[in-house]
């Protein structure tokens, strides 16, 4: 017999954390999308009471995605919504918030925490333990009454005294909490440590037997994934977990680890999960192009490199027998081994089949997004001469994705950015979109860029021309900004090659966000506004032309710039960031 191990998923909110991630409300929908399909249990969506802009985005993650059923139902699957939760410290205004934010989802939790540890109880919160344990009650109790569903996490649980910890956790059970989380907040248990810390209080905390005990590992010290299979190997049957194990400082447990350690060690650990592991590799690539943080070559389970072999010995071993160096098949995380090669030839049928077996047959796409990705894998495969690579579809699949982002405009968006109908301009259109790019450079030559843009509100074509001295990319972009009439900051520039080859595709992505006046009006450049204030666009796009492939990513970012509302900014860094 095997215990469910519940997968509760914080890659919108503790993931999010990582420095210098923002995720608008769009792309926070389309990953809890991927996730739901995914197969996790629940979804932190965020920390509601931060800002509008934060509540926002969890709610419509609560609307749009609670009732979703796509990809959850049949043997060995989920068969339930997903459950959306919100995350609250022990304010009854934050409470509250989290709860307004969530109600909509028809499976929904409130997530409380409160730091326990005597460090945080005297430096932080400067509060006595009896207050520490007051406030848990008081506030877990208002919890209770607005919400069925309540976690208790003692913020520091890995470094709190036991006795003082199994007292306040005790006082959380009566007070209604039906998951205990306990988090090593800064990474600084061992898994024997660990692991006993969940025996030890499952032991002695009174009513153990009536809560779901959880597990919330950082990776300060590389263990996470080590503490939290040894919370499993203890009894815990909820696991905290970030895909790619994004998170503040050095991260969370890797989803994908945890997932594939049970996958593999089925026998070991007596649990079962519903995630479906052909997904991870998809899931893995989506979570960071809209991030913005790649995933390392050397990266367990869903890095580049994670299956390939160097080695002649593991060469000639694999060759003979794939179990000899392969204790994971590719094609079980979503990596295809299929000789499928897709060429100019290749029809409808193959690129679908090909879609499926990496991860995205429907409703991954819709078929809007499906119809774009086979044009544009045509166009690619009468310009590769080598074939059209896994890799390849990759890119260009996160190249739909990323303009499909940016070309429905928010229906509140100020009308000195909507789309004119009475002008001709299409309202569900992306405001710019490249007409003709003309570019000059080379050694002793000032880069040169003539850009047009048609812009859909004007409904027209407009044309400029920049200069630069640092390359061809900051003359296209200085162009495109003239045109577009805005200051933009470029946060991050990123490019790679998606297959080999001197055909092979470049993959450019882009993080912006709009630059505002430093306080010397005088300054050659602008400046943005301190701790992050501004919200962050990112683009991504792909094309065997480099510079093409870098205009068009950056118009992606600037279109959902342009189509953001006031009403979803989200609170900076410093102001959402919570440790738990």
């Known amino acids: 017999m095997t215990d469910k191990l519940i997968i509760f998923d914080t890659t919108l909110r503790d993931g999010e954390q990582s420095p210098g991630v923002t995720l608008n409300a769009d792309e926070k929908v389309e990953i809890a999308r991927q996730l739901t399909r995914l197969g996790v249990n629940i979804i932190e969506a965020g920390f509601p009471v931060a800002s509008p802009g934060d509540f926002n985005a969890v709610q419509r993650i609560a609307r749009e995605v609670g009732p979703l059923m796509e990809g959850r139902t049949g043997e060995n699957r989920v068969n339930e919504p997903v459950t959306i939760c919100g995350l609250a410290r022990c304010v009854e205004k934050d409470i509250q918030t989290a709860y307004e934010a969530i109600k909509d989802a028809p499976r929904h939790r409130i997530h409380v925490f409160l ?108 263990l996470a994934t080590a503490n939290t299979l040894a919370g499993v190997s203890n009894g815990a049957r909820q696991v905290e977990v970030a895909i790619n194990g994004i998170g503040e400082r050095a991260g969370n447990t890797a989803l994908e680890e945890i997932v594939m350690n049970i996958h593999t060690h089925a026998s070991t650990y007596s649990v079962q999960h519903t995630v479906d592991t052909r997904m991870l590799f998809a899931t893995s690539r989506m979570v960071a192009d809209l991030s913005g943080m790649p995933v390392q070559p050397n990266k367990a389970i869903v890095g580049r490199n994670a299956f390939l072999h160097e080695s002649g010995i593991h060469q000639d071993g694999v060759l003979k027998n794939k179990s000899t160096y392969e204790i994971i098949r590719p094609e079980d995380v979503g990596v295809t081994t299929d000789n499928l090669a897709l060429g100019k030839h290749s029809g409808r049928h193959a690129f679908k089949s090909k879609l499926d077996a990496l991860g995205y047959g429907a409703p991954a796409l819709s078929d809007a997004q499906f119809q774009t990705a086979f044009s544009k894998f045509k166009h690619l495969a009468d310009s590769k001469k080598s074939g059209v690579t896994d890799g390849d579809l990759h890119a260009l699949i996160a190249d739909v994705r990323s303009a499909s982002l940016g070309a429905a405009p928010s229906t509140e968006v100020p009308a000195d950015l909507a789309a004119d109908p009475a002008a001709g301009g299409d309202p569900a259109a992306p405001r710019f979109t490249l007409r003709h790019m003309q570019v000059f450079t080379g050694v002793g030559i000032t880069p040169t860029a003539t850009v047009t843009l048609h812009d859909t509100k004007a409904a027209r074509d407009l044309t400029d021309v920049a200069l630069a001295q640092n390359g061809p990319i900051e003359a296209v972009y200085s162009a495109i900004q003239r045109i577009c009439g805005l200051d933009i900051a470029l946060l991050n520039f990123s490019v790679s090659a998606t297959s080999e080859g001197q055909d092979t595709l470049g993959k450019v992505a882009v993080r912006i966000a709009r630059a505002t006046a430093d306080a010397d009006k005088d300054a050659a450049e602008p400046a943005l506004t301190a701790s992050g204030a501004e919200p962050k666009f990112s683009g991504l796009s792909t094309n065997v032309d480099i510079i093409t492939a870098s205009a068009n990513a950056y118009l992606a970012a600037l279109n959902r710039l342009v189509s953001h509302h006031a009403a979803d900014i989200r609170a900076p860094h410093d102001v959402r960031n919570v440790n738990i």
Not at 193 to 216: E, K, M, N
Request: with cysteine.
């Open 115 to 222: 730091a326990t540890s005597d460090i945080h109880l005297e430096h932080k919160l400067k509060i006595s333990r009896e207050e520490c344990k007051q406030r848990i009650r008081e506030m877990v109790g208002f919890a209770k009454k607005l919400c069925a569903d309540i976690e208790f996490s003692p913020e520091d649980g890995g470094r709190s005294d036991r006795e003082f910890l199994v007292e306040a956790l005790g006082v959380a059970i009566e007070a209604g909490a039906t998951t205990l989380n306990i988090p090593d907040t800064v990474g600084y248990n061992t898994p024997q440590q660990y692991g006993d810390l969940i025996a030890y209080l499952r032991q002695h905390t009174p009513g153990s037997s009536t809560v779901v005990w959880s597990t919330h590992c950082h990776d300060d010290l590389g």
